[in-house]
């Protein structure tokens, strides 16, 4: 824990958050009240939702009305084993970090039916978003037109979001093509990568 000016760094588990209500609240690990987390705290951390049970590291400060965090510094998935759903097994999810983030666009979702789909920026083609792949990526739902950062794999029935992450995270890399100069053997590697999980 850190503090400064009034304010605290803390982590903790999120209790629960709901994008329609606008709000959730954080566990608080020292005890005590539950921490407020609004929506636009959330949204200048470049999420629309967070998903129950994910660790955050949040600034908080003290409120008439409790203790209410001001800003996200970080956000962890929930703890979970394995893949989140049979498409992705574990290789797919060991070999995450060497697949390209790609900047995309939420096509549109529908979390009471568990997926909808994305697309990438300068591609047509849909990736399928699977609300599990969301979960095991810290989201509780995404909104029509959100900006997001997926690593796609060709799955047996199409392309497919392996992880989501924030705008920000998905416009480091997703300029580049994986036909980019430069890339070379990497370009292959990852372009072979995807074939494999497709068989």
């Known amino acids: 824990m850190t503090e400064e000016k009034g304010s605290k760094l803390v982590c903790g588990l999120v209790k629960w958050f709901d994008p329609t209500k606008g709000y959730g609240f954080i566990l608080n690990e ?3 009240t539950d921490i407020l987390l609004h929506a636009n705290v959330l949204r200048n951390f ?10 955050v ?14 800003e ?3 956000i962890e998935p929930p703890l979970s084993q394995g893949a989140p759903i049979a498409d992705l097994d574990n290789g797919v999810i060991e070999q995450l970090e060497t697949l390209p ?3 995309a666009r939420v096509k549109w979702f529908d979390k009471s039916k568990g997926f909808g789909f994305a697309n990438i920026f300068g591609h047509p083609d ?5 609300v599990e792949v969301l979960r095991h990526s810290a989201f509780a739902d995404l909104t029509i037109g ?9 799955g047996p029935r199409g392309l497919m979001a392996a992880q989501v992450t924030s705008w ?5 890399q997703g300029t580049r093509s994986l036909d980019a100069p430069g890339l070379g053997d990497q370009a292959q590697e990852v372009k072979d990568f995807i074939t494999h999980v497709a068989e």
């Open 46 to 55: 470049g999420r629309s939702s967070v998903a129950d049970q994910s660790r």
């Open 57 to 70: 590291t949040v600034w908080i400060q003290p409120t008439q009305r409790g203790l209410q965090a001001t």
């Open 146 to 154: 959100e900006a997001i950062g997926i690593r796609v794999v060709e």
């Open 30 to 32: 020292e005890g005590g």
């Open 168 to 172: 920000d995270r998905g416009t480091e």
């Open 72 to 74: 996200v510094v970080s």
């Open 101 to 103: 983030l790609r900047p």
């Open 126 to 130: 849909d990736v399928f978003l699977h």
